[in-house]
């Protein structure tokens, strides 16, 4: 089959402004993505479209062009069914289509993986739960134990959207900021179900309220929250799963809204074996380094931490030093090194 005859699912445009004109002029603004599809696909259907692609209006505002950032698939044509997303630079709404990350590729979460799988046939097929869908769910648990990768896994599995916002960004300046963007984000998830809203940093909107003077005053965002996961609208198709590092803290009337809670747990000895082990393998020097005395001596580190502070710093130091080898104490120092700035006490305690 060639390109031409595969239909374009999705196509997530970037607007680059007018390269073919040397003064400016009006800047299109895309308020109403339903109604931008309709006008987009009346110029473009039939349009070959790829990764990198540039493609131009030739109506409204003439030579504007936009980057095509992604697409699924990877090539086709722009047909009446396909899905156009432009995304702002300004937005703080991310759309991503996954394409690199597997249940496969999270180690260890046996546990989160079996119950995310409920997840998954949902997105495959939303009219086969009904009422019983699991359309809001919380992932909970220390940071970097893979919590944003099991929800991007989940996304490529059902090769659906992923769209994301990390909850601090959804606190506006004024008031009725945060609702709008609340509802923005619904609005967005609502023209691209089957699709999975993730919330990243969820405690920052969904602090108990004996802790209100700690957060500020959210609660409109919060209201703007609970009508939404309580599905006022049609929502059949959309996952909404927040993820927090510390569920204790959350409210009681936000946290009732989830039907699930699935717990992350720092990785075992043999999943930071085999962390260490996926990781080293693609790095540009050689490792010549027991890695289960490193995940022996790992223990309460999170697989995050092993990437970015044990094994990446090893490696920044090795170049540093001119050696083109990693050995296992330089391994065992950064740990060494990483356990003690952990215990520093806060810089103002020595104010």
């Known amino acids: ?32 993505p339903r109604v931008f599809n309709v006008y987009a696909k009346d110029q473009w259907r039939g349009e070959l479209v790829y990764k990198g692609k540039l493609i131009f209006d030739m109506k409204m505002f003439p030579d504007f062009a936009f980057e095509v950032i992604d697409a699924v698939p ?47 046939e949902y997105l495959k097929n939303p009219k086969k739960f009904g ?19 099991l929800a991007k896994a989940l996304a490529n599995e059902a090769n659906t959207p992923f769209i994301s916002v990390k909850s601090t960004k959804l606190i506006g300046e004024h008031v009725g900021d945060g609702a ?24 920052a909107i969904a602090l108990d309220r004996s802790y209100q003077e700690l957060r500020g005053d959210v609660s409109e965002i919060v209201n ?25 803290l959350l409210d009681y009337s936000i946290r009732s809204r989830f039907e699930e809670e699935i717990e992350f747990k720092l990785p075992s000895f043999e999943d930071r074996v085999q962390i260490l ?13 027991s890695l289960e005395t490193i995940a022996e001596f790992s223990e309460g580190l ?9 094994i990446k710093a090893s490696l920044h130091k090795v170049i540093a030093e001119g050696k083109d080898v990693i050995e296992t104490s330089d391994l065992l120092n950064a740990i060494e090194k990483l356990k003690i700035s ?9 104010i």
Not at 277 to 289: D, G, Q
């Open 224 to 248: 703007a929250l609970l009508t939404e996961l309580d599905g006022m609208q049609s929502n059949e198709g959309i996952c909404t799963i927040a993820a927090t590092n510390r569920i204790e």
């Open 180 to 203: 709008r963007k609340i509802h923005e984000l619904y609005d967005k998830a609502r023209d691209l179900m089957p699709c999975i809203v993730f919330l990243d940093e969820f405690d």
């Open 302 to 310: 999170s697989g995050r931490d092993l990437v970015e502070k044990i």
């Open 74 to 120: 990877s090539s086709g044509y722009i047909s009446d069914s396909t899905k156009i997303i432009v995304e702002s630079e300004t937005s703080i709404i991310e759309t991503e289509i996954v394409k690199n990350i597997r249940f496969s590729d999270v180690v260890g979460q046996e546990e989160a993986k079996r119950k995310a799988k409920v997840i998954l």
């Open 1 to 32: 089959m060639s390109e031409r005859e595969v239909e374009l699912k999705y196509v997530i445009l970037r607007p680059l402004g007018y390269p073919l004109k040397a003064s400016y002029v009006e800047y299109p603004k895309v308020d109403n």
């Open 131 to 149: 009422r019983w869908a699991p359309k809001n769910v919380l992932f909970y648990g220390p940071p970097g134990t893979g919590k944003t990768m």
């Open 277 to 289: 082990r996926n990781n080293v393998k693609e790095l540009p020097v050689e490792v010549n380094a």
């Open 342 to 350: 952990s215990k520093q006490p806060p810089k103002h305690m020595f």
